[in-house]
């Protein structure tokens, strides 16, 4: 590759990063604002639930990228790959332990029923 072009390479992966901490900075605005509402009511909670998690789906697509891409992962040293390993194993832990608790909760009022009139049936998970 030439020089220019090596340029314009490292220009426009500078362009995406820097876009994507624009939004990954607008989403955190937005989780901020969400939760300094005053006595938000119930539709504000379900909308401050939805940008959480769309917000948590747009930085899991991002680490996917990275994760998966040899070129980006081999440029941390392994005491950064322990860390960024450890974070991510704990909160995923952690968010899937209340998203069991959730569910948990979710049949105890009456979701079980949904399911059933739906004819929703367990599905295996497969990864």
Known sequence: MSVCGLDVAVGWVEAVGERWIRECEEFLRQIREN????????????????????????SVI?????????D?????TL?????????????????IEYDIKVTKAGMEKGL???????????????I
């Open 72 to 76: 980006i992962m081999g440029k941390f």
């Open 79 to 95: 005491e950064e790959l322990r860390e960024m390993s450890q974070y991510l194993n704990k909160f995923a832990e952690d968010f």
């Open 62 to 70: 991002g680490w996917l990228q990275y994760v998966n891409n040899p």
């Open 35 to 58: 939760r300094m509402a005053e006595n938000p009511d119930r539709l504000d909670l379900v909308r401050a639930m939805h940008v959480a998690l769309l917000a948590l789906n747009h």
């Open 112 to 126: 079980r029923e949904l399911e059933e009139e739906r004819g929703e049936e367990d599905q295996p998970f497969y």
